[in-house]
């Protein structure tokens, strides 16, 4: 099974929503706790699960997005959750393309936030690989050291280091296994990209003007192959966009989930 963070999740789950956090490589749950307490206030139920071996999550060896995705169906169905807007932002917007292949009954829209379709060219597998051996030689704080500097702003950093310091706790706190386990799964994940123009439900797109992982160009193209999606750029935000401007993402987040609920109120 796999652990997570909730909100409204003891009440009665009347309608059967919710909204499915994905959270990014290589950190948890935990950074979606500004999303949490936003969703929460508006009263709907959230559940942000922790990946393969992260906080108390199974751990598991040579799993790929489609053995995660069978997971969250899993994860779902024990809390009576029937529909999810799945919000994914990087590797959790691989796992909701994975989500989306194999249970598209089970989702009333998308959220996809600093991430891509594609899948690695030859190169890029080759300095995951190489990142993967960096992990196994010198442990998780080597993957601060390569990740931390492209998380957020040069601004933020500057003027709100705790920032940082939170994403790099997160990182300290995983296990050299679960690292490179995820790394195996991003470096062999599918190709999305056939699925995006069959895409019949609601999309936002949202991505940090400063992202150098996922650009907003690269956003721009997904948006663009998604019949009707929106595209949400978030000023002064680098990749984790969520976390450094909580603001304006919840304001664009709050807005689709609410549109959701009145289109349907309406049929
Ligand atoms: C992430 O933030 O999840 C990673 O940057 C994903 C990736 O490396 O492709």
Not at 38 to 52: H, K, R, Y
Not at 147 to 166: C, I, Q, V, W, Y
Request: charge should be negative.
């Amino acid at each position: 099974m796999l652990s997570y963070k909730g909100v409204n999740t003891a009440q009665e789950n009347r309608n059967g929503y919710a909204v499915l956090l994905l959270h990014a490589f290589p950190i948890s749950a935990e950074m979606w706790e500004p999303q949490l307490r936003a969703i929460e206030a508006a009263g709907f139920m959230a559940v942000a699960p922790n990946s393969f071996g992260i906080e108390g999550s199974e751990e598991k060896q040579d799993w790929s997005f489609t053995d995660y995705a069978h997971e969250l169906a899993a994860l779902l169905d024990s809390l009576h959750c029937r529909k999810v807007t799945v919000v994914g932002l990087s590797m959790g917007g691989y796992q909701a393309f994975a989500f989306l292949k194999c249970y598209p009954e089970k989702i009333a829209s998308i959220v996809l936030c600093d991430t891509r379709s594609e899948d690695d060219a030859l190169p890029a597998r080759q300095q995951r690989q190489e990142f993967i051996n960096a992990i196994e030689a010198h442990g998780p704080e080597e993957a601060v050291r390569r990740m931390l500097p492209n998380f957020f702003s040069s601004k933020t950093a500057l003027e709100k280091p705790e920032l940082p310091e939170h994403a790099a706790e997160m990182i300290r706190k995983q296990s050299n296994r679960a690292i490179v386990e995820a790394m195996k799964a991003i470096m062999t994940r599918e190709d999305a990209t056939p699925l995006l123009s069959g895409i019949t439900c609601p999309v936002l797109v949202l991505n940090g003007e400063e992202d150098r992982i996922t650009t907003p160009e690269t956003a721009a193209g997904i948006q663009t192959q998604i019949p009707g999606a929106l595209l949400g750029i978030l000023h002064e935000a680098a990749h984790l966009s969520n976390m450094e401007q909580p603001e304006q993402f919840n304001a664009l987040l709050l807005e689709h989930i609410q549109a959701l609920t009145i289109s349907s109120e309406k049929t």
